[in-house]
């Protein structure tokens, strides 16, 4: 569990509970309390008295179930204390040991390796007026990451443009979305390589792809990332929504929060659809090979059938001739003659040649 105190530009980072119970919530800042979903099951009594110390509330039974169901799709729930998101992660599986890994494992999809490692595990969040709880899966490289961010920010003084420390529990439950968010778009080169390289395969004509089984598994995964990132997409449009039910705030410093709390979402939106767009441009793009995979094959199929019948129409007349001299009759023309073998043969052969020059003449060959 990782415990910090943000004020400014500020970021101090608690040892445990009780202390940042002793210490109480800064005097104009929050507090972020991050913990993995096994020790948040583990210390849920005393989390929920250290809630109830510092903003008076406490969280509901139900919000808890949601917040240890490791199956829970993307959604978005309020009370009249505090708001809750769970949101599934779509990013590098995780590496270490844990339930939450071993349950991704058992979850594994197949297909090319990218859409394997891709990790789909829901990270929740309850956000409080100054007080915002996460839970996320085992060695969570989202919570580490921008953790690391944030200290790294407060110890160099160094904040570029849009990057200065949260404002707010919402501000950073909305920057540690938008984290998640980027983390797949860091993928999707890897992961566009990947299918370009089947794509080239099923359309070479010199190549036999046997590979079906990972092809259509990729499809089967691509159309379950579909469905995590329309989830993620409802959720933060539920969110947008009940942001726009709070009350007016009060002064130009809190409006100016206020509309840079909206802006913020509707940026993170944008980042979900961008991958939505995506998902669905590489399922259509598998889907299309596939299509023009089977198109090349009946078109060379046709190809070879033309030739075929062809050569076949050619040999017709040379069997039709074959099949006259070969009849038992005693008396037939040029059969007794000297050159009757030559003249036959000749004759034969300028059939064959005139109807492949006609043939050829129509692009039934390809010669």
């Not at 993307?74 to 998101?85: I, M, R, V």
């Not at 590098?92 to 859409?115: E, M, V």
Request: glycine share 6%; net charge negative; aromatic share 8%.
């Amino acid at each position: 569990m990782r415990i910090f105190a943000l004020q400014g530009d500020a970021v101090q980072e608690s040892s445990s509970l009780q202390s940042l119970q002793d210490g109480g919530l800064p005097p104009q800042g929050f507090v972020w309390i991050a913990c993995e979903r096994a020790e948040f099951e583990a210390h849920l009594a005393p989390l929920q008295a250290a809630l109830q110390a510092l903003c008076g509330l406490q969280v509901l039974d139900l919000h808890v179930t949601d917040l240890l169901n490791t199956q829970l799709p993307s959604h978005y729930d309020y009370t009249s204390e505090y708001d809750l998101l769970v949101f599934r992660r779509l990013a590098a599986g995780p590496t270490g040991g844990g339930a939450d890994t071993a349950n991704a494992h058992q979850t594994k999809r197949s297909g090319p390796p990218i859409l394997r490692r891709i990790d789909t595990s829901p990270v929740g969040f309850a956000v409080m007026d100054r007080v915002l709880l996460t839970v996320h899966p085992a060695d969570c490289a989202v919570r580490e990451g921008y953790a690391a961010k944030l200290l790294q920010n407060a110890s160099t003084k160094a904040h570029a443009a849009g990057a200065h420390t949260p404002t707010g529990s919402a501000d950073l439950m909305l920057r540690v979305v938008n984290h998640m968010v980027d983390g797949y778009l860091a993928l999707r080169r890897e992961l566009t390589h990947q299918l370009d390289h089947w794509q080239a395969q099923l359309l070479n004509p010199k190549t036999r792809f046997n590979n079906w089984a990972s092809l259509l598994d990729a499809r089967l995964a691509l159309h379950q990332l579909d469905e995590v990132c329309e989830d993620q997409r409802a959720s933060i449009q539920d969110w947008i929504e009940a942001l726009k039910t709070w009350p007016d705030p009060q002064g130009d410093a809190a409006l100016r929060e206020r509309e840079l709390l909206q802006v913020r979402s509707r940026d993170v939106l944008e980042h979900i659809e961008r991958v939505v767009r995506h998902v669905r441009r590489l399922e259509q793009n598998a889907e299309t090979a596939v299509q023009m995979h089977f198109s090349a094959q009946s078109h060379r199929t046709n190809d070879i059938m033309r030739t075929l019948t062809a050569l076949t129409a050619v040999f017709l007349p040379l069997n039709l001739l074959a099949g006259i001299f070969g009849m038992n009759f005693e008396f037939m023309p040029v059969l007794h003659l000297a050159y009757g073998f030559w003249w036959a043969m000749g004759g034969m052969a300028l059939i064959a040649a005139a109807l492949m020059g006609f043939f050829w003449r129509k692009h039934y060959l390809n010669l």
